[in-house]
């Protein structure tokens, strides 16, 4: 019988899960303490540090640094990959214990991840939008697409078949665009009421998201709805209606519940962001190393959580503690 | 077709923009013939050559060698023809040593192969024979160029031309930049070349020299032949005539005395390796020479006194008051100005007008803090004029004017700030006669202000002519001072080449 | 060779109209004409105003750079300058210091990274390319360690939004700006001493030493001139977006390297005209709204981008080969 | 002359050593010393192959780069040109070609892209920054359209695995293929007549054309041979990671510039110093190395970085006379 694994990890989705490969490292129990964990994101930003300060509290509350030792790495240079193979390598080499790592993208990593498993190294992915290789042991996040369906979702509840048009921000080309998108076209496409009449990319940065909504809403002034794939290209987006007077006016939709994002939700400039629950994934990072080398259990392929929508309407019940690290004692 | 000579080129013409450099050029050459080619700065003498070379397109004529037609159409079509050509601004690849810049573009492979292997010990050896036993000269062979005195580098250049082993061989103005004994050393060549039926092409604007070595003597004015005569029939006047298109008056002005108050006292100047000791004092309006070979240290003398290369010892007194050089800025603040030998890579801003080069140098004029565009064409046409620059107005893209006429700009350039020492360096190097005579008349008029004029030269009869006093140096030391008024040229030439204890010193060092 | 001299008007290029960049002109316009037909919204004042403010962050570094490679020279420093400025005065306003406290600051931080910048290349002698490559890296780095990756934010004083978001006589007030700036950079280009110099060491480094000009002085306040201009734009970009993000200014360099010599200044040196950056600026930010406007489809952005940079560089080379 | 640089024996001078990069090459082995005191783990067998198999993409491209900018020109379409060709490769293996025409084939298309660039630099007259810049983001631009942003996976094939994964007596199978690389360039650049070519051109562009070297030909071949070697690059890190990235390469321009001038030779041209280039490269992937197995903190990682670069062109610098 399947293990009841929502006891270990809260709200997990097992409608998610996936078969194993059998070529996965097999569960084993570790004496040696602390143990070595390599945290391995594909940049240090906003996102990743609130997952940094869930496993930092997980951490915390299996006795801290002699439990386990958290090695983090992020790549420094532009070119992603090379950076997260270069801290593979090294953790390999220095023979650490388990190794967390954000895909960037598709395929990503496959022979360092399988060399790893080799080297009797379990690899847990969190945050990849496409997990494909065959030797990870649990993807620990939540499904991209989700949080598309998530705000596509919204705008149905909130307009039901009023005819709705609505604008774009997407981020650079690549998985996190295509995955959000995928999800929210197959809502959208079930209500031809909501027409997007403009869609065009913003980086992920603020200063895109200014000067490419400025833009849009000169070409489609009559934009209801503007929908971002990152709370930072909404705020460009805010500051740019703000300037046009339409804050407020103009529904925003943002990703990622980032503080701001929360505090315009508060003020009425946003209407609903996604929380993709970051820190809750860095919890779970830190829960399947526990149950997977501490207590040798054997784990679900997929360990995910449904992102949640926050709006004027519940964004009170958001626990702000779920930003940053707070210092936890031992349970 | 024996009887078809070995270059002939027909109606050359050649424009640049809207201004005609050349017109219905005929040139006809035999082998072992030396032709001499004159003609004042910018008569077209290095365009038509630059033509034959391949470098430049031609607009009109037809070039044959051989009684074949050839199309010239790049500078290796003009090699594969059977053509070198030593261009007058050198083109040597200052990374390189002289081996590699010799065989530059040809290089010597161990097979036909494109992609053999070169043969670099092959290559020295033979460099380091045309060097030494062709030309006669001690040049360090693995030193990169760009370390070697210019002189030096004109040898590099004349040995690249002698190894493409060419029938038909260009020098455009070789000696300018070449020592008494160095510029022997070439005529030697040239003679031998002359006698293995080898045909040259002879530019210069020393016209005596050239005399002496050519067959036949062909005059160039604005771009229009307007004489070609064997040399039996000229004689320098004759030539300088049919170049100006009128006689010349007297080259040198008349010497006018010095002040009989002190300007610049030099003391024990030193500076390791390049001079030593070196002590004189000058008048106000005083114009003192400064003989000696490449490498005597009379060009690091001169930079050490505008603060280029500082000197390490010494001490130099401007009015009486003792000043510091040890920066170009200090030499300027004591109004000292100078003039380098290469205009092209030290003087001019090639971007620019005549109006901006002239003023650079002292923008104060054109305004105190904002610049008048309107004042600096005031200044410049009023310098154009007084200095007789040849040129379409302060407008005029500097690199558009002929080597005299640069010249004049960069001199006018210092003029402009009213200096108390002019430091003359080569001052008429690849300038034409009539030019020349009127950079003298410049430099004697700011003496005859108050001006104390320093100037080293290669050009003894220079020297002779247009100073005072003329020190020689030798290995870093001023040998002799002597009068030029009652002096030879033969006695510069013997003090530079002759270490000075076998000399018993000549007078005081201060004359 | 025969490209050697190619003569043109004195007094044209002394106003900066000339490197023969009109075939940048052209096809400025040609540009224009097209997105006025494809996009009727274009010729909008609304839309042209925003065009004008989104191209004034890179037209303000892209006039230091003017000066920069006028002098021979080339700074790949002021994105990382952009962002670091921007953080620091940012994170002033947010301690509460004043806005003239807050500004001067992150103005004094951009000359400060321009005088490292100076020193390296003219007292250690390091290639200008490598010693602000270096300095890019190292203040990217910095602002890193500074920020932990996170966006300093609430920068929302009053004044301080005045200069990124107030419009003045229905201009914006960046844009006013700019055009204070572009005429001060054009009186210090082409009416002072300064400006000469730099084009001078540009044009002819030796002979510039040769005629008493202080070279490595010059240099060091061209660099420091790159650096305030680079902080200027950092602070109105803050001000605009009432925060500091730490990727701000990525990938600046180029863009302000292509506004230059779209506009007709040649990286050679020598030669500089500020009016061929301002249209390089803006051809860039017209570029970029038109993708939007047309809402052209992602993924064909940089394609247009660089094509549209050839396009203009090229018309510009023929137009002048003609005049040869 | 404005000012004189020191003598140095012909032979290295000749071979590359010189440059004076020595200051490198010390400042390179007091690092090593350095990391293996503080890294107890850098000098095992295991983490120094590593090591040099993550050098060995740039080392590549910079061999490349150094033909180019010892001819005084300068490539910032590398790392595009390898996205793309990786791509191409990878796309054909999946397609189902065989492992020889998919290199191939990559290998043309890189040597496709370098001959555009020769064209708008030598026959349009385009700078070479810009040419290079604008063909590095058509090339990114194309690699989105071509991909949709989503990478190529499945690029599995054990044969074409060999390339990037294998060892040969130990040592892995690209850093092996980069030695032969290395000893062809090398042999290309020091003992043919075309690398003598490639340094005229970098040391008077003027004076190459008037002894008939086929400049434009020459410049032409060096772009092909920088746009071959990417392609290379990009194949052996497609078979490495046994898939292409969209985003692969992304900065690849600036590590590789800094790797050949760390290594000693200037972007001035006119000389070029293979050896150097190596030393560069190493000490590039050394140093990440160094931050990973030291556990440096990721945000003094580009501090770190930035700083390295300046103390190894610093060291470098002082070593020989100033001003060459
Ligand atoms: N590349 C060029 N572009 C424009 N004008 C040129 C160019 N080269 C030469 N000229 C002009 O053509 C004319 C002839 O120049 P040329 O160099 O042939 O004169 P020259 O007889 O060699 O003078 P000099 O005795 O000073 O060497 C001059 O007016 C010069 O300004
Ligand atoms: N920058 C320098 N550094 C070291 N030595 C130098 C430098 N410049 C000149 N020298 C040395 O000083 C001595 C004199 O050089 P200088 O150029 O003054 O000779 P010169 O007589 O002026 O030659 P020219 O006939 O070219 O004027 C030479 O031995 C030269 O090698
Ligand atoms: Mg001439
Ligand atoms: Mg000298």
Redesign the interface.
Same mark, same amino acid.
């Given at each position: 019988a399947e293990p009841d694994y929502n006891a270990v990890f809260p709200g997990i989705l097992m409608n998610k899960d996936i078969e194993q490969t059998g070529q996965e490292m097999k569960p084993v129990k570790k004496d040696n303490r602390p143990l070595k964990l390599g945290f391995l994101p594909t940049?240090?930003? &906003?996102y990743?540090?609130r997952v940094l300060a869930g496993v930092k509290e997980e951490i915390d509350k299996r006795g801290g640094a002699e439990a386990i030792e958290l090695l983090v790495q992020a790549p420094?240079s532009q070119s992603a990959t090379d950076d997260q193979i270069r801290a593979m390598e090294a953790w390999i080499n220095d023979g650490v214990d388990a190794i967390a790592v954000a895909l960037y993208n598709e395929g990503a990593l496959l022979p360092s991840i399988r060399r790893a498993t080799e080297a009797g190294i379990p690899v847990f992915l969190f945050n990849s939008p496409v997990a494909d290789n065959p030797y990870y042991v649990s993807d620990i996040g939540y499904d991209q697409s989700d949080g598309g369906r998530a705000q596509a979702q919204w705008l149905v509840d909130t307009y039901g078949d009023k005819d709705v048009k609505i604008g774009i921000l997407?981020g650079l080309?690549g998985p996190h &665009?295509s995955q959000r998108m995928k999800g929210f076209n197959e809502i959208i496409s079930k209500h031809p009421n909501f027409k997007i009449v403009?869609?065009?990319?913003a980086g992920w940065?603020?200063?895109q998201g200014?000067?490419?909504t400025?833009?849009?809403f &000169?070409?489609n002034p009559d934009i209801e709805v503007l929908v971002a794939l990152y709370d930072?290209m909404a705020?460009?987006g805010l500051?740019a209606l703000k300037?046009k007077g339409l804050n407020g006016k103009v529904a925003i939709v943002g990703y990622e519940n980032m503080?701001?994002a929360n505090a315009a939700i508060l003020t009425g400039d946003f209407s609903a962001t996604v929380d993709t629950g970051a820190k809750e994934e860095g919890r779970n990072v830190v829960r399947a190393v526990d149950e997977f080398l501490m207590k040798g259990n054997p784990l679900p392929k997929k360990i995910f959580v449904a992102p949640k929508v926050y709006d004027a309407k519940n964004i009170k019940t958001f626990d702000q503690t779920d930003y940053d690290y707070v210092p936890q004692q031992k349970m | 077709m024996a009887n078809s000579p070995l270059l002939e080129m027909k109606g050359i013409g050649k424009r640049?923009?809207n201004m005609v450099a050349l017109q219905g050029i005929d040139l006809a050459l035999n082998g072992g013939e030396v032709l001499g080619l004159v003609g004042e700065n910018g008569a077209g003498k290095s365009t038509l050559m630059?033509i034959l070379a391949g470098?430049?397109?031609r607009d009109g004529g037809t070039i044959a060698v051989r009684g074949k037609e050839i199309e010239l159409d790049s500078p290796k079509a003009g090699a594969d023809a059977g053509i070198a050509i030593i261009y007058q601004e050198l083109s040597l690849f200052p990374d390189f040593d002289s081996a590699e810049n010799i065989f530059a573009g040809r290089e010597l492979r161990r097979s036909g192969f494109s992609l053999a292997p070169l043969s670099h010990g092959q290559m020295r050896r033979e460099a380091r024979r045309l060097l030494s036993k062709e030309l006669g000269v001690e040049v360090a062979i693995d030193r990169p160029v760009r370390e070697l005195s210019l002189s030096d580098r004109q040898m590099i250049e004349i040995a690249k031309a002698l190894n493409s082993n060419a029938d038909i061989i260009i020098m455009d103005e070789p000696t300018e930049a070449l020592e008494e004994v160095e510029r022997r050393q070439l005529f030697a060549i040239i003679k031998r070349l002359q006698a293995a039926g080898k045909a040259i092409i002879y530019v210069s604007h020393r016209i005596k020299e050239l005399l002496g070595i050519c067959s036949r003597v062909m005059v160039l004015r604005d771009g229009r032949t307007v004489a070609d005569l064997p040399v039996a029939d000229l004689d320098v006047d004759k030539v300088v005539a049919a170049m100006i298109g009128g006689a010349l008056s007297k080259q040198f002005p008349p010497r006018v005395p010095p002040r009989s108050d002190p300007s610049v006292e030099v003391r024990g100047l030193s500076r390791a390796g390049a001079f030593d000791d070196i002590s004189f004092s000058l008048a106000k309006g005083e114009i003192f020479g400064i003989a000696g070979l490449e490498g005597s240290g009379k060009s690091a003398l001169l930079r050490a006194l505008?603060g280029?290369r500082a000197y390490e010892r010494g001490t130099v007194k401007v009015d009486g008051k003792d000043v510091q050089l040890t920066d170009?800025?200090d030499?300027?603040r004591e109004r000292f100005a100078?003039l380098?030998a290469e205009r092209k890579?030290?003087?001019?801003?090639?971007?620019?007008?005549v109006?901006?080069n002239l003023s650079?140098?002292n923008?104060g004029v054109l305004g105190k803090?904002?610049?008048r565009?309107s004042k600096e064409k005031e200044v410049a046409a009023s310098y154009i004029s007084k200095l007789g620059v040849k040129c379409d107005g302060?407008?005029?893209?500097i690199?558009?004017l002929s080597g005299g006429n640069q010249q004049k700009v960069m001199l006018a350039?210092w003029l402009l700030t009213q200096p108390k020492v002019l430091l003359l360096e080569e001052p008429t190097r690849g300038v034409d006669v009539r030019a020349k005579s009127e950079v003298y008349a410049l430099v004697q008029a700011a003496a005859q202000d108050g001006c104390t004029v320093i100037v080293v030269s290669a050009d003894n009869a220079e020297l002779l002519g247009l100073c005072h006093r003329v020190a020689v140096m030798f290995e870093g030391k001023i040998t002799t001072v002597v009068d030029a008024a009652t002096s030879k040229e033969e006695t510069l030439a013997l003090h530079s080449v002759r270490p000075p204890e076998t000399l018993h010193p000549v007078g005081g060092i201060n004359g | 060779?025969?490209e050697?001299?190619v003569? $043109?008007? $004195?007094?044209a290029f002394?106003f900066g109209l000339a490197s023969g960049n009109a075939g940048v002109y052209i096809a400025f316009v040609v540009l224009l004409i097209a997105l006025g037909l494809a996009?009727p919204?274009f010729f909008?004042v609304?839309?042209l105003t925003?065009v004008l $403010?989104?191209a004034v962050p890179i037209a303000v570094i892209a006039f230091g750079a003017t000066f920069v490679i006028g002098m021979r020279g080339i700074d790949?420093s002021v994105g990382s300058t952009l962002a670091l400025t921007g953080l620091v005065t940012a994170n002033l306003l947010v301690l509460g210091y004043s806005v003239p406290v807050a500004c001067l600051a992150g103005l004094a931080l951009g000359a400060f990274i321009g005088v490292i910048n100076g020193l390296?290349i003219t007292k250690?002698?390091?290639?200008d390319?490598?010693?602000t490559?270096?300095?890019?890296?190292?203040s $990217?780095?910095?602002v890193?360690?500074y920020t932990?990756?996170?966006?300093i934010?609430g920068a929302s004083d009053p004044a301080f939004r005045m200069i990124g978001?107030s419009y003045l006589a229905g201009v914006p007030v960046p844009v006013v700006l700019t055009v204070i700036v572009f005429a001060a950079a054009f009186?210090l280009l082409y009416?002072? !001493?300064f400006g !000469?110099f730099v084009? #001078?060491i540009g #044009?002819?480094p030796?002979?510039?030493?040769?005629?008493?000009i202080?070279t490595d002085k010059v240099k060091i306040a061209v660099y420091v001139l790159a650096g305030v201009l680079s902080a200027f734009a950092g602070i109105m970009?803050t001000s !605009?977006?009432? #925060?500091a993000?730490?990727?701000?200014g990525q990938g600046y360099e180029?863009d302000v390297?292509?506004a230059v010599?779209?506009g007709g200044t040649?990286? #050679?040196g020598?030669?500089a005209t500020l009016f061929g950056t301002v249209v390089g600026a803006v051809l860039m930010a017209v570029v970029?709204?038109g993708?939007?406007?047309?809402?052209v489809n992602?993924?064909?952005?940089?394609?247009?981008?660089?094509?549209i940079?050839?396009v203009a560089?090229?018309a510009d080379?023929?137009n002048r080969?003609r005049k040869?």
């Open positions: 940049a240090m930003d &906003t990743y540090q420094s997407e080309p &665009t403009a869609q065009q990319p940065v603020r200063a200014l000067s490419v400025e833009n849009m &000169t070409a930072e705020l460009g500051q300037a503080k701001e | 640049f923009g630059k470098a430049y397109s505008f280029q170009i800025t030499a300027i100078f380098p890579v030290e003087g001019i801003f090639p971007e620019h007008s109006g901006w650079i140098a923008l803090i904002t610049l565009p302060p407008q005029a893209e690199s558009s350039r | 060779m025969a050697v001299a003569t $043109r008007p $004195r007094h002394k996009a919204r909008t609304g839309n925003d $403010r989104q790949l390296l250690i002698g390091i290639t390319f490598i010693a490559m270096a300095i890019m890296v190292v $990217r780095g910095v890193m360690v932990q990756g996170i966006p934010t978001q009186y009416y002072t !001493r !000469r084009l #001078s #044009s002819n030796d002979a510039a030493r040769l005629v008493g202080p970009l !605009r977006l009432e #925060s993000m730490p990727e701000a180029l390297i292509a010599v779209i040649g990286l #050679s020598g030669r970029r709204n993708l939007n406007l047309l809402n992602t993924f064909w952005h940089q394609v247009v981008i660089g094509t940079i050839l560089v090229t080379r023929f080969s040869t």
